[in-house]
């Protein structure tokens, strides 16, 4: 999905696309980083002086309710924000908390057996991968 889809997703369903909504789901989409609600603040204060990080909350709990964001909860960190592209995993480093995504079409054969085997009608499922992320294992190498 790209920002033109992102933005015919929340026309369709009645969402008003406000300039900062237009930055926010872009700085997303080009984000790889899986930011923070406070980062994405951050980045695009300087382009809206009067925008809040509630304004940045708000938009995002939008996106994340019209399906076009994942709210990322791992550990004790804040929240990390997703735009949804494919099914995919994360990898995050135990360390400094970058979130790195891994694609693995494989695993959608896992939900089929779990139904399969219990009977149950399966939703969705979760894969999180933790490890040392290259930067920090050079740092420690020092």
Do not use: W
């Amino acid at each position: 999905m790209d920002l033109k889809e992102a933005l015919d997703t929340l026309k369709e369903t009645g969402v008003r696309i406000t300039p900062q909504r237009h930055a926010i789901l872009e700085f997303l989409i080009n984000s790889m980083s899986h930011p923070t609600a406070d980062e994405i603040y951050k980045a695009l204060e300087g382009k809206f002086p009067n925008m809040s990080v509630a304004t940045v909350y708000n938009n995002l709990r939008v996106f994340r309710e019209v399906g076009l964001v994942k709210e990322l909860t791992y550990g004790d960190a804040s929240s990390r924000f997703d735009f949804v592209t494919t099914q995919h995993y994360h990898v995050i480093c135990e360390k400094c908390g970058k979130i790195v995504d891994f694609h693995y079409p494989g695993l959608d054969e896992v939900e089929h057996l779990a139904s399969h085997v219990t009977g149950f009608k399966i939703s969705h499922h979760r894969m999180e991968i933790y490890g040392t992320c290259p930067d920090c294992a050079s740092k420690e190498a020092h």
